[in-house]
């Protein structure tokens, strides 16, 4: 094996890293295959030019390994691919204004959950197990922190 093999196994290597650890999620193949690169590199550069050679090749393949991988993260092409937003609501913020006894009529099929009207407002609730048709009129049994559980009148 030449130098210039070499040379292209431990780009190969990377690269396959790389891809593996920023595009292609969990340990697959991509990454194996990376990984058996840069070993089986580092070992024929011992093997074929002696140990001193094999020392400047394992420092320097994990040295550009890891300069190119903090590269990699540190890169702003990386946030136009990643997912970005978040979540800011909260589910049946107004559920203290309610009381165990408040008729309402369901608007979806609660089966075990669903969507209820009280009043004029729409919030959803939860049956203990129940399924009830929409336009039913139901009664608020239990309210559990943000949740609400309700039964068929």
Do not use: C, H
């Amino acid at each position: 094996m030449s130098w210039i093999i070499i040379l292209i196994l431990i780009a190969l290597g990377i690269l396959f890293l790389i891809l593996e650890l920023l595009i292609i999620p969990g340990t697959s193949f991509v990454g194996i295959i990376g990984l058996v690169a840069l070993v089986l590199s580092v070992y024929q550069t011992f093997v074929l030019y002696g140990t001193s050679w094999g020392i400047v090749s394992l420092i320097g393949t994990t040295a550009v390994s890891i300069a190119l991988l903090v590269l990699s993260l540190r890169s702003r092409t990386w946030k136009k691919a990643m997912l970005s937003t978040s979540i800011n609501s909260k589910a049946n913020l107004g559920a203290e204004k309610y009381e165990v006894g408040d008729e309402g009529k369901s608007i979806s099929r609660i089966n075990p959950m669903g969507k209820a009207q009280f009043g004029d407002e729409y919030i959803e609730v939860s049956t203990y197990g129940d399924f009830i048709d929409p336009n039913s009129l139901i009664r608020i049994i239990s309210i559990d922190q943000n949740k609400i559980y309700v039964e068929k009148i």
